[in-house]
Nanobody, 124 residues
Framework: QVQLVEDGGGLVQPGGSLRLSCRVSGFINEYYSVGWFRQAPGKEREGVACISNSDGNTYYSDSMKGRFTTSRDNGKNTVYLQMNSLKPDDTGVYYC?????????????????WGKGALVTVSS
């Protein structure tokens, strides 16, 4: 059974940084990809970033490029989302999700497994 558990959410001031982690378990092999999504209050969920667990290639939503970086630590089965220069508009619930497909390509945001989410609040 595939499971994803996010950690690292919290309150941060505008301009600050935060790193989310997503521990992944249950895949039978390394050929999967992990995506990050966020849902701001009153808005639809949107894709943020994707990383291939097998080769580390990444893909970012155009609006997220430059401030957000995703990475992985295969030894810990964990994926990270580093968020810098945070703005109040970045407030929302951040989810990690995964699919049994090794590339961040095609229908890159179509994921099969989801974590429960981590709340990020950017406020002074």
């Amino acid at each position: 059974q595939v499971q994803l558990v996010e950690d690292g959410g919290g309150l941060v001031q505008p301009g600050g940084s935060l790193r989310l982690s997503c521990r992944v378990s249950g895949f039978i092999n390394e050929y999967y990809s992990v995506g990050w999504f966020r849902q701001a209050p009153g808005k639809e969920r949107e894709g943020v970033a994707c990383i291939s667990n097998s080769d580390g290639n990444t893909y970012y939503s155009d609006s997220m490029k430059g401030r957000f970086t995703t990475s992985r630590d295969n030894g810990k089965n964990t994926v990270y989302l580093q968020m810098n220069s945070l703005k109040p508009d970045d407030t929302g619930v951040y989810y990690c999700a995964a699919r049994q497909y090794p590339y961040c390509a095609g229908h890159v945001w179509n994921m099969d497994y989801w974590g429960k989410g981590a709340l990020v609040t950017v406020s002074s």
